[in-house]
């Protein structure tokens, strides 16, 4: 197996259409993939999908719609404007995975891949459901607003982190990451490092993100 | 106990702004409750929970945005531009879910809701907490690739539903519903039953919603 060296995601999180195409165009060439987050999407609709796309045609674009049902038709919706690949939330059963991979498959072909979003309580057992049904990528989360509540990165969260990268997974992290902690991930196979406001809110979001991806190289390089 | 007759709740799935607005403009003044579905607000964005307010003045307007993290600035952006109620998914953290209830309630004072939408695996141990951050609407549902699967409302869904009221929640039911189902759920206290295709599709969508309407008026007047 090749060493990976984990990806750097820019998650778009704005409210806006304008401050999202802002970050967007200031930190895009610097990342591997770009995000379309959930909140602008359910703000402006997947004309930013289409926008981003239209702007960075050689980036992986994913639509974060941590969607629950319609698999079909939201992962059609998104792919056609698109998105490579796109999110379902983990409480959703396996024929909305099912139907959203299909869908996105139907437009990019083996490119297009559908994220698991692991939230709340959920079981490697129902993981092993979403392998069965090939989604081999899963995006480990610390909740913007756990991590408001005063919750952080632990021990426990990189032992399920690396449980399934064994099982099988690609695994993204994301949720409060910033440059000084991507060193606790350090000697777990993290396929993507997503980051939002860590990256768009710094004074020079560029660099901002060629410091992520300088840390990243120096540990995982 | 004043007897309840449940509400009638039309979902706007649509995937184009035009064709949920005519979908609303035919049925919006035959039903309870008007929402901005998931699809569409993923597709056109919270410009739809505006046009709805502005048409439906009178009208609860939810949005369905089965939000799963940043509930406080989700819940904001849909209250300002008209939503009185907003759906979170049953996997978001309770930080989520109290944030989006916090927010919703800023703009619309006590009218302000929260609704747990119900998807996957959910203990009544959950179900407890959720009643205990003050939100009391559940959403149980039937997925649509569920359905298209091949399941269907049976028993147990039944007593799922029947116990979420026991305990003290306002229960919603969805998911291939429509007039020849409703009777399946004599007796239980449902609050709202949302339909979508089954209203929108139907060829002359008000008279499908005044049927259901008369339906449940015959079984719950």
Redesign the interface.
Known sequence: MTKHIPNLQVAL?H?DLKGAIKAAVAVGAEVDIIEAG??C???????LVEVLRNLFPDKIIVAD??C???????AK??AVRGADWMTC?????I??M??ALKAIQEVNGDKGEIQI?L?????YD?AQLWLDAGISQAIY?Q????L??GETWGEKDLNKVKKLIDMGFRVSVTGGLDVDTLKLFEGVDVYTFIAGRGITEAENPAQAAREFKDEIRRIWG
């Open positions: 999180d409210s959930t909140v999407l359910l703000q402006v609709g997947s004309e719609t941590k629950a049902d319609a698999g079909g038709t939201i919706n998104n939330i983990c409480s959703a059963t024929p909305t099912s139907a979003e939230y709340g309580d959920w079981t129902q989360h909740s913007r607003d756990a408001l509540a």
